[in-house]
């Protein structure tokens, strides 16, 4: 279950993107991006806010932007920093590219390689929970014969992007995060996602390492 609270964020997330974005290869200097949907996982110690997002720019293209959400910063990975927001009950997060951050990629290869399905989303509001449906729905092609290749939450990384996705290499697994909508990475086991007017698309996979 994924707790989310009526909060107060400063900067945005969608404005802390938008400084982030444009120096990214795959986003190809996108600007006027908007929110199309998103979805979450839990983070098993409770400890990290994992989010992805799908942003829709100008010019009609999708993007997805995995985020992590932390209350320290991330060891190792400055590289991979877009900024810190303000968070009116949680005070200072620490802001992510998911795909360098251990908590996510080991989420997300749980969901693709074994169905593990994505947080259901509880909001705060003056201390009783109401269910809120999340603006995006993904689903992962794994079973759980699958179980026994999902990721431990401390696996190294090493993401690197590559055209329309950034691949993290982690053992002997790629973990292939689709960047640009519309990329078909080819693997046996992909994650699929739909939102509201898009979808079904592909938006991760996990194949051998090459």
């Known amino acids: 279950m994924a707790l989310l609270h009526r909060a107060t964020l400063r900067p945005s997330k969608l404005e802390l993107l938008a400084t982030w974005l444009p120096g990214r290869p795959w986003a190809a200097g996108a600007t006027g991006v908007e929110a199309a949907g998103a979805y979450r996982y839990d983070d098993p110690a409770g400890e990290v806010g994992l989010e992805a997002h799908l942003l829709r720019t100008d010019g009609g293209t999708v993007l997805h932007v995995p985020l992590s959400y932390r209350g ?15 968070h009116s009950v949680l005070g200072t997060r620490w802001v992510y590219d998911g795909c360098a951050d251990p908590v996510w990629v080991a989420a997300l290869a749980r969901a693709v390689l074994t169905g593990a399905p994505q947080a259901e989303e509880q909001v705060d509001v003056d201390g009783e929970l109401v269910p809120r449906e999340p603006s995006a729905r993904v689903t992962g092609t794994g079973g759980a014969a699958d179980a026994s290749l999902a990721l431990p939450a401390d696996t190294p990384l090493t993401p690197h992007d590559d055209g329309p996705a950034t691949v993290v290499r982690t053992g002997g697994l790629d973990l292939v995060v689709v960047r640009v909508v519309g990329a078909e990475p080819a693997a046996e086991h992909v994650l699929t996602g739909t939102w509201t007017n898009g979808g079904p698309a592909t938006l991760a996979a996990v194949r051998p390492a090459a």
Do not use: K, Q, S
Not at 72 to 86: D, N, R, S, V, Y
């Open 72 to 86: 320290a910063a991330l060891a190792g990975a400055e590289h991979a920093f877009l900024g810190t927001m303000e």
